[in-house]
Nanobody
Framework: QVQLVESGGGFVQPGGSLRLSCTASGFDFSSAWMFWARQVPGKGLEWVATIRPAGTSRIYADDVLGRFTISRDNFKNTLFLQMNSLKSEDTAMYYC????????RGQGTQVTVSS
């Protein structure tokens, strides 16, 4: 049974940083493409970043490029999202996902950026 558990969200001022984590179990994490996505109430799920199984290639949405970094530790079955220079428009529920952003997801972790 696939399980994904996100953590690390919180309240931060504009310009601040947060590091999200996603602990995975129930599948071969080291072979899975992994994603971060986010959603605000009333809007659809928005893709944020993708990382290949070996971590050798990473892709970002334009509005987070240069500010966010996706990474993974295949020994610890954990996915990360380092978020720097946060903006109010980054406020959302953040999800990690397996295979696609519409695939198996965790319960999410809330990120709120506000002064």
């Amino acid at each position: 049974q696939v399980q994904l558990v996100e953590s690390g969200g919180g309240f931060v001022q504009p310009g601040g940083s947060l590091r999200l984590s996603c602990t995975a179990s129930g599948f071969d994490f080291s072979s899975a493409w992994m994603f971060w996505a986010r959603q605000v109430p009333g809007k659809g799920l928005e893709w944020v970043a993708t990382i290949r199984p070996a971590g050798t290639s990473r892709i970002y949405a334009d509005d987070v490029l240069g500010r966010f970094t996706i990474s993974r530790d295949n020994f610890k079955n954990t996915l990360f999202l380092q978020m720097n220079s946060l903006k109010s428009e980054d406020t959302a529920m953040y999800y990690c996902a397996k295979d696609t952003i519409y695939g198996s997801r965790g319960q999410g972790t809330q990120v709120t950026v506000s002064s």
